[in-house]
């Protein structure tokens, strides 16, 4: 596609339940970028695909995260049981290649949990 | 661990020149760059340094001194539509790639 599209564009969930984001990259490039951003704060980085593989999950807040890359494309992050304090903005961003530096960012799944 | 500073808003007048400065500490350095966010939307890059000096792109300016741990986003010409978030990254490369870390972003208010 033209750029990173992200779906949905805004998720309202209660606590508890599980939600699941979805992105998908610019066509061709092989690192994908899961990131996170609460009211008034930075991007805080939670995961990084090159291909298919997540060799750093070093930003995944708790076990109650994961995400996984098929096919070298689409990306899903899953948030299960989830709390209050999960309730940002989750970006993803992809780049031609892991040493490539420019990310390309979309526009964001902004999710509410009651 | 990385450290990344700037400040959290600055003012500025239509027409005119600002410079918004960024600070890091960091081990595995491998290059900084500024991004720009419009509330509600997405980052968008504006710019990379990896070595030392002045970048330049049309209004846009970035500088970088590595020694320093130090870089400047320098905007000329300001138009309202700069009023936004001005992101400072810097990147690593790790066994897990191009890894960047965010500061929290400086919110520019343009005025006439």
């Known amino acids: 596609g033209a750029g990173v599209s992200q779906s949905p564009s805004n998720k309202v969930t209660e606590k508890g339940k599980d939600v699941e984001l979805r992105c998908d990259p610019i066509?061709?490039?092989?690192?994908l970028y899961w990131y996170r951003q609460s009211l008034g704060q930075g991007l805080e980085f939670l995961i990084y695909?090159?291909?298919?593989?997540?060799?750093?999950k070093s930003g995944l807040p708790s076990d109650r995260f994961s995400a996984e890359r098929t096919g070298g494309s689409v990306s899903t992050l899953t948030i299960q049981r989830t709390q209050q304090e999960d309730s940002a903005v989750y970006l993803c961003?992809?780049?031609?290649?892991?040493?490539?530096?420019?990310?390309?960012f979309g526009p964001g799944t902004r999710l509410t949990v009651l | 661990g990385q450290n990344i500073d700037q400040p959290t808003e600055m003012t500025a007048t239509e027409g005119a020149i600002v410079q918004i400065n960024c600070t890091y500490q960091?081990?595995?350095?491998?290059?900084l760059f500024w991004y720009q966010q419009h509330a509600g939307e997405a980052p968008t890059f504006l710019s990379y340094?990896?070595?030392?000096g002045l970048e330049e792109k049309g209004r846009f300016s970035s500088f970088l001194s590595r020694s320093k741990g130090y870089s400047y986003l320098l905007l000329k010409e300001l138009q309202m539509k700069d009023s936004a978030s001005y992101l400072c990254?810097?990147?690593?490369?790790?066994?897990?790639?191009?890894?960047?870390?965010f500061g929290t972003g400086t919110q520019l208010k343009v005025e006439l």
């Open positions: 990254a810097v990147s690593i490369l790790t066994g897990g790639g191009n890894k960047l870390t």
């Open positions: 340094n990896v070595l030392d």
């Open positions: 695909f090159q291909g298919n593989s997540a060799p750093d």
């Open positions: 960091t081990s595995g350095f491998n290059g």
């Open positions: 066509s061709g490039h092989t690192a």
């Open positions: 961003a992809s780049s031609l290649r892991r040493e490539a530096g420019e990310q390309f």
